[in-house]
């Protein structure tokens, strides 16, 4: 049977680099990295990539972003290599997107495009589909130029009533409103929905521990090398973009729940850091961050950065409180690619390899020892007979020391104030 599939879009991308930023030594990173960067993201939704070019920006052109010559220059080179889609890894006005197609004569997407449609392809929940979907329509929205002049219709009534009704554009801009409307209403009902299982887990209560970081830097590897699970994990960037949790049981026998999160990138699209907002709430209620870094990559610390960055940007907007960073603890993962733990600079972080699991019990006894210092010590005694409450004991708190009495069990333990409370009132 004869193969019918479509042949792969062959793509460009091409990078505007802003030279005044090299030269004040405010680029926070190679342009060779973030080229390498743009080629993966473009990668990771199928687009082959033939041809990639990085260009010089003194001044940016309002009309095209490039220059009238590198535009031309683009131009032949695209059509040699026989591109469909060129990626631009900027952030393109309507206006010189619309331009840009013409004068190159394919599909040009930028990366705020190129990481919404990322998310699209990847996307499995329905919150996860419902978050996409709203981050793109927001981003349209934006792309609505008015060029459809020759689209101009009546919208209805008879003649004596007069003029032009709407127009194409302000029929589309109505839609896309109205379907917004009904996206964040079903959104609210999620964070309800969301809030309703983190008031479940309180009354548990089990504290929550989120990974966060850069996309690829290994949190999903991280997540299945320390509880067992099988999230899809692989060498590409936003493998994964729906939360996971599980369960885990610390040295001391105290549970805890570890929460997967979506990956960063830098020049993150701020219609997905707003439509993404439920999800991030798991990382606003955690009692530890670990801030997990591939220490191995040329730019770890700009990656970094980035990272710290969102946080901020969710402090300052009151998803996230101002002393997030006093409960984050980073971890330093693909220590392996340097030739372990030990070759790794690590200060306060902690060194890991996920992949081959150095160091994972070393950060599993940092995790207890940190929750540990949240607990109060307290002194019981609880009598032999009343075989519940001894038992609600192991299983909440951390036993310190027991001693065994013909009537009595005496104990010091570690309790958390909720559990003090409940205690109490058994």
């Known amino acids: 049977m004869k193969d019918t599939a479509p042949p792969p879009n062959r793509a460009a991308i091409l990078l505007p680099w802003d030279k005044s930023a090299v030269r004040t030594g405010t680029a926070s990173r190679s342009s060779e990295a973030r080229l390498a960067e743009a080629v993966g993201l473009a990668a990771s939704i199928g687009l082959v990539v033939v041809h990639q070019a990085v260009f010089a920006i003194r001044a940016i052109t309002p009309a095209t972003l490039f220059g009238k010559g590198q535009v031309a220059m683009a131009a032949a080179a695209l059509r040699a290599a026989d591109v ?5 890894d900027a952030a393109l006005t309507p206006v010189q997107q619309r331009n840009l197609e013409v004068a190159w004569g394919a599909k040009v997407i930028d990366r705020t495009g190129l990481i919404l449609d990322i998310f699209g392809a990847r996307a499995r929940t329905r919150e996860g589909s419902l978050q996409v979907e709203l981050a793109h329509l927001e981003y349209q929205r934006s792309r609505l130029v008015r060029t459809w002049t020759h689209l101009e219709r009546q919208r209805g009534g008879f003649g004596f009533l007069g003029g032009p009704g709407e127009t194409q554009i302000e029929v589309d801009r109505r839609l896309i409103g109205d379907r917004l409307a ?5 959104l609210e009902e999620v964070r309800r929905t969301r809030g309703l299982h983190r008031g479940a887990r309180k009354r548990v209560p089990y504290p929550v521990v989120a990974l966060v970081g850069y996309t690829n830097a290994g949190k999903s590897t991280l997540f299945n090398a320390l509880t067992g699970a099988t999230v899809t994990a692989q060498d590409q960037l936003f493998a994964t973009l729906d939360p996971t949790m599980r369960g885990l049981q610390l040295p001391s026998g105290r549970n805890i729940i570890l929460s997967d999160t979506v990956g960063f990138i830098s020049d993150l699209p701020t219609e997905l850091v707003a439509s993404f907002r439920a999800t991030l709430e798991e990382v606003a209620e955690a009692d530890i961050l670990l801030h997990v870094r591939d220490v191995a990559h ?11 960055g969102v946080l901020n940007r969710m402090a300052k907007d009151g998803t996230l ?3 997030w960073a006093d409960r984050t603890l980073e971890v330093l993962n693909k220590a392996d690619l340097l030739g372990g733990v030990a070759g790794v600079v690590q200060g306060e972080a902690i060194a890991v390899s996920a992949l081959t699991g150095e160091g994972l019990d070393r950060l599993v006894a940092v995790i207890d020892e940190r929750l540990a210092t949240r607990l109060e010590v307290l002194a019981v005694e609880i009598p032999v007979t009343d075989g519940a409450r001894l038992a609600w004991v192991y299983r909440h708190g951390e036993v310190l020391h027991r001693e065994d009495t013909d009537t009595h069990v005496r104990l010091q333990l570690r309790l958390s104030a909720a559990d003090k409370a409940r205690f109490e009132q058994l």
Request: glycine share 4%.
């Open 84 to 88: 469909s889609v060129v990626v631009v």
């Open 182 to 186: 009904r996206l964040r209403l079903e």
């Open 298 to 308: 040329p730019d770890t610390e700009a990656q970094a950065g980035d990272v710290r």
């Open 321 to 323: 409180d101002e002393n």
